[in-house]
């Protein structure tokens, strides 16, 4: 079955170290994105990458770094600079189309971040 | 910010229909509504979105009101797995001219036995 899989469901970061969170989709989906959700709230972008080897910082971008080098994949590294990392990461993946407005964003089941 | 507004809590009781309102005055022409549910500790899971025209899928329905200042979202014969987060969505576009998706709070549905 095509879908967006994310890993480790859960992870740890001690201070000072920085930590990627993996996303990989098989759904043939040009765009990814990165949110992070916190207790009780709304996802907020962080990144997002239209195109391969091609990304756009989100509203909270700070502390956080991407890379897209291959169209499936889309990790998502959480630096020591992001000094309050610890949420629910969220990676979504849609159809890049001219009519953006037909294709809705499918997501994968998580990351919880915690630091130790 | 988000720009929808929602209930921040329903109930429901399992086998009846639930009605979930939505208010997103300052939508444009050319904006669509999203539906997205989302479980505890899974991600979001998307429902159903439109433009103006009522939709129907599998799992529910969207109504829009001709002004398109508010739709709501049916779900027809409520099961205790629907109870959720739902969030009600208008696109968004980021600087670059991509979209983006703008989560409010949500309404938190409970479908009780």
């Known amino acids: 079955d095509g879908g967006i899989t994310q890993s480790p469901k859960y992870l740890f970061r001690k201070e000072g170290q920085n930590v990627t969170l993996s996303c990989e989709q098989n759904?043939?989906?040009?765009?990814m994105y990165w949110y992070r959700q916190d207790p009780g709230q709304g996802l907020r972008l962080i990144y997002y990458s239209q195109i391969v080897n091609d990304f756009q910082k989100g509203d909270i971008a700070e502390g956080y770094s991407v890379s897209r080098e291959k169209k499936e994949s889309f990790p998502l590294t959480v630096t020591s600079a992001q000094k309050n990392p610890t949420a629910f990461y969220l990676c979504?993946?849609?159809?890049?189309?001219?009519?953006?407005?037909?294709?809705?964003?499918?997501f994968g089941d998580g990351t919880r971040l915690s630091i130790l | 910010d988000a720009k929808t507004t929602q209930p921040p809590s329903m109930d429901c009781a399992e086998g009846r229909a639930a009605n979930l309102p939505c208010n997103h005055s300052t939508i444009s022409g050319n904006e669509y509504v999203y539906w997205y549910r989302q479980i505890h500790s899974q991600g979001p899971q998307y429902i159903i979105h439109?433009?103006?025209n009522n939709e129907t899928n599998e799992m529910a329905s969207l109504i829009i009101t001709e002004d398109r200042k508010s739709s709501t979202l049916i779900l027809p014969h409520a099961t205790l797995r629907d109870t959720a987060v739902y969030y009600c969505i208008v696109r968004a576009l980021t600087q670059g001219g991509s979209e983006k998706l703008v989560f409010g709070k949500g309404t938190k549905l409970t479908v009780n036995p």
């Open positions: 759904l043939n989906h040009d765009a």
């Open positions: 439109g433009l103006k």
């Open positions: 979504a993946s849609s159809i890049d189309s001219p009519d953006r407005g037909h294709q809705p964003q499918h």
